[in-house]
C-alpha cells in the first residue's frame, strides 16, 4: 500500500501537485519567520550588550562614590581636627582683636569688652593686611 501511493504521487509533476510544494503564502510565511527570527537574535544581541555596558557604568560609579566616601570622611575628619586645634589655640588668642575688627568669635567670649585704643590697632591691622 506504501509503494502504490509513492507510484501514484511520483507520476505527478510538483507545480500539478498543491499538497506537495509550498504555496506563495507558506513561503512568505516562512521568509516572514526567519526574518523575524533573526531580527529577534540581532535584538536580544544588542539588549545583552547594553546590560554589560550599564553593568560596567555601574561598577565605574561605585567605584568613583567609594572614593567619594572615603574623601568625605578624610574631609570630615581634617575638619575636626581643625576645629579642635582652634578651639585649643582660641585662649591664646588677644580679645581685642575679635572685638575691634567686630569679628565674632568661633565660641563665645564674655560680653565685657575689654578697654582698649581701638583706633590705633585697626590702624596697625591696616598698615599689616597692606
Do not use: G
Amino acid at each position: 500500500p506504501v509503494m502504490s501511493l509513492f507510484n501514484a504521487t511520483s507520476n505527478f509533476n510538483r507545480n500539478d501537485a498543491p499538497a506537495l510544494r509550498f504555496s506563495d503564502d507558506d513561503e512568505k510565511r516562512l521568509k516572514r519567520r526567519e526574518k523575524n527570527r533573526v531580527a529577534a537574535q540581532r535584538s536580544r544581541k544588542r539588549q545583552t550588550q547594553r546590560a554589560d555596558e550599564l553593568h560596567e557604568v555601574y561598577e565605574c560609579l561605585e567605584q568613583e562614590n567609594s572614593l567619594l566616601r572615603k574623601e568625605v570622611q578624610l574631609l570630615i575628619e581634617e575638619q575636626q581636627r581643625l576645629t579642635d586645634a582652634l578651639k585649643a589655640h582660641e585662649p591664646l588668642c588677644r580679645l581685642e582683636l575679635w572685638y575691634d575688627l567686630n569679628i565674632k568669635p568661633y565660641v563665645s567670649f564674655p560680653r565685657v569688652r575689654p578697654h582698649v585704643n581701638t583706633s590705633s590697632l585697626v590702624f596697625t591691622l591696616i598698615k599689616l593686611i597692606t
